[in-house]
């Protein structure tokens, strides 16, 4: 996703489905990876927040038949929310961050997303994806 803005936005939110199978669950998430690649003019920051609300349209798409997790890349700007961190990564970076110190568990219902801003003027192509553990 391109990243043109001093206010983070959205790049990637998932969230914990309040049922599977058509019951509801307890299924706990364990988050453990971040990893973001960025390549552009500027440095840039990502947030990880939980449970901040999502402007624009978001659009939620199952992980996969198998998983509590449903995934958005559509929101735009995010709002409220508690942030958990915030990593800086230069604007020709790859790296892998572990999260596993930082005991983010999502619940039912409950959602995280990676926001990005710029730390200056200019634009930058982020990549982002996280890593979970569903304990059933």
């Not at 508690?82 to 961050?97: C, H, M, N, P, V």
């Amino acid at each position: 996703k391109t990243i043109a803005s001093l206010t983070p936005v959205n790049v990637l939110s998932i969230r914990c489905k309040t049922t599977f199978n058509g019951f509801a669950h307890f299924i706990p998430i364990y988050v453990r990876l971040l990893s973001v690649g960025s390549d552009g003019n500027k440095n840039c920051i990502v947030y990880i927040i939980r449970n901040g609300t999502l402007g624009g349209t978001p659009s939620w798409l199952n992980v996969n038949a198998d998983s509590v997790i449903e995934y958005d890349t559509n929101g735009t700007y995010i709002t409220g929310g508690i942030q958990i961190a915030a990593f800086t990564f230069g604007k020709l970076e790859s790296r892998t961050q572990a999260l596993s110190d930082l005991n983010i568990v999502l619940l039912s219902g409950e959602t995280l997303t990676l926001a990005a801003r710029l730390s200056g003027t200019g634009s930058t192509e982020t990549t982002v994806s996280i890593t979970w553990l569903e304990d059933r």
